[in-house]
């Protein structure tokens, strides 16, 4: 390893944890979670739920899920404890909930 690659190394590393110390301030989660709960989504919660379901934020140890059909809506409350329990272990970190919202739709006139 070459002194520039140690220096961009250690600079990675600082910048990564004041990233996280402000993430913290702001009442989110690690900069590390949230890349593995929104890099690693569909081998998470599968195909068919990635298909309608996308997360949005992180906050406080609560995921905002954007479904496309007010059905999906649903399927998320009924899903919610087996996400919550993969997402976990996951991460290692507690998520303690999942909100739902559902994606507007601009209207056209």
Do not use: C, Y
């Not at 702001?26 to 890349?35: D, F, K, P, R």
């Not at 929104?38 to 298909?51: K, R």
């Not at 404890?81 to 209207?107: F, H, M, Q, Y």
């Amino acid at each position: 390893m070459t002194n520039d690659e140690t220096l961009e190394n250690g600079q990675d590393s600082r910048l990564s944890d004041e990233l996280d110390a402000l993430l913290r301030r702001l009442g989110s989660e690690s900069a590390t979670v949230v890349a593995g709960i929104f890099s690693n989504w569909d081998q998470l919660v599968g195909d068919t739920v990635a298909q309608h379901a996308s997360p949005i934020k992180l906050e406080s140890g609560r995921l905002l899920v954007e479904v496309d059909e007010p059905a999906w809506a649903t399927q998320m409350r009924f899903l919610e404890s087996e996400i919550i329990s993969k997402l976990s272990a996951s991460t290692g970190n507690t998520i303690n909930g999942i909100d739902v919202r559902v994606k507007r739709i601009p209207r056209t006139s």
